[in-house]
């Protein structure tokens, strides 16, 4: 039979480079030749046997504990000496065999109190090389097999499975600093140094992280701790299912039933009910037209004097801030710009006041007009039936003239009124 210390790929028969499909294969084939039951006259030793050969394929299986354990075979199988190495700490390959423990109990030989003590030796190791503002910090145990998830088992695996050594690894130097000729030597003393101890903490990281994972896989709380998980989901589940199976009832019985006698025969009230909603309905569709009404004539308001703060009338540009605005105010081409501007606008208004007395004059000419024709549609109306129909026509139609008049020339005036407003802000005092 093979030994509880033997190599995993032993345990199996397997060679090292076996596929998962041959693992399984000579699992099945040593799992049914050490069965208990078909060893009668050494049940307790192929009892263990059959533990072990358990546990080997367990590992073999999981392709991350596999590459993990073929990376670092040979200190795994020399680690059941259970050395403990003077600097480097607690040498943690013996622990990565079930051959350490001999079943879940909280004993010195069960899975619960050696791994306690594996992790409290670790912790108690890592103290010596924190420092003295972190020594209140408490790093959380592994703790027995009775213990609650959210007090002990959560925080411990939330803390060891993110693992980061606080160790130097300063007595790993190859080299004395102190025995450098020059500083260009010393630093490449000490980045060699460094590239060792960096080396050698990455390692200790990785081996404790294992560790933690191949307990994890083992830990029975974990399992119990899913199982009521699954329990809790399945009867929210069932508790969902029910309160909407209970809804549908109470809607259906309200159907059938026209509501308790409410409504008359209408059912519970319906058309009742729908020309509320129907209400309820044009109020608030009106309600968010008028917030959106506002909100964007709030923003345009906003959205405009932005505007105003980053825009050049005289350049024609927006700027990214007010200060780059401010800057671009003092140079020469923005001044020759505001000039030029300033005289096209004086000749603007020139020509404005020009059109202005031209229009002035022409209304005087369309006044005379119009009394004559008001004259002569008096004395026409006298003579027959058209007498009101053009006095009305005639109306309207200088109403419109006027309003057409008002039109075309209010937006120019009230745009040459808005860039003189931000020329005379622009302008040095």
Not at 389 to 394: C, E, P
Request: aromatic letters at 10%.
């Amino acid at each position: 039979m093979p030994t509880l210390m033997k190599c995993h790929y032993e345990v199996l028969e397997a060679a090292r480079d076996a596929d998962a499909d041959t693992l399984k294969k000579q699992y099945r084939k040593m799992a049914l030749k050490f069965h208990p039951d078909k060893n009668p006259d050494d049940p307790e030793g192929a009892k263990q046997t059959f533990q072990v050969i358990q546990q080997a394929y367990d590992v073999l299986s999981d392709a991350q504990e596999r590459a993990w354990y073929d990376n670092h075979r040979e200190q795994i199988l020399q680690g059941g000496l259970g050395e403990k190495l003077e600097d480097e700490g607690i040498d943690l390959f013996q622990y990565f065999s079930s051959s350490c423990y001999s079943g879940f109990g909280d004993d010195e030989s069960g899975f619960y109190g050696v791994y306690s003590e594996v992790f409290n030796t670790l912790a108690k190791e890592d103290l010596d090389f924190i420092d003295d503002e972190d020594s209140d910090f408490e790093i959380p145990g592994f703790g027995k097999s009775r213990d609650e998830y959210e007090s002990v088992v959560g925080p411990f695996y939330a803390y060891w499975t993110s693992y980061n050594t606080p160790r130097s690894f300063s007595w790993l130097d190859k080299y004395d600093t102190r025995q450098g000729d020059n500083r260009w030597m010393k630093r490449k003393m000490e980045a060699e140094n460094k590239k060792l101890r960096d080396k050698a903490r990455k390692e200790r990281n990785e081996a404790v992280r294992n560790l933690v994972q191949f307990v994890r896989k083992r830990d029975k709380r974990l399992v119990e701790y899913s199982k009521k998980l699954q329990e809790k989901a399945e009867l929210n589940k069932k508790k969902t299912l029910e309160f909407h199976k209970k809804q549908r009832e109470e809607r259906k019985k309200l159907f059938e039933g026209g509501g308790g006698g409410t409504g008359g025969g209408d059912g519970f009230g319906m058309s009742e009910m729908e020309a509320q909603l129907r209400q309820l309905e044009g109020e608030y569709t009106d309600s968010e037209e008028e917030s959106e009404n506002d909100l964007g004539s709030d923003e345009e308001e906003e959205m405009g004097e932005v505007l105003d703060d980053l825009y050049c009338v005289a350049c024609d540009k927006i700027f990214k801030t007010v200060g780059a605005k401010d800057n671009h105010g003092t140079s020469r081409k923005h001044k020759e710009n505001l000039e030029k501007l300033i005289e096209e606008m004086n000749e603007e208004e020139e020509e404005v006041a020009e059109e202005a007395a031209e229009e002035a004059e022409s209304g005087e000419n369309s006044e005379k007009t119009d009394l004559l024709v008001e004259v002569n549609e008096v004395v026409i109306s006298e003579e027959g039936e058209q007498d009101e129909s053009a006095d009305t026509n005639f109306a309207n139609i200088s109403e419109t003239k006027s309003k057409t008049s008002r039109k075309l020339h209010k937006p120019r005036i009230s745009c040459d009124f808005h860039c003189l407003h931000l020329l005379a802000r622009d302008l040095p005092y």
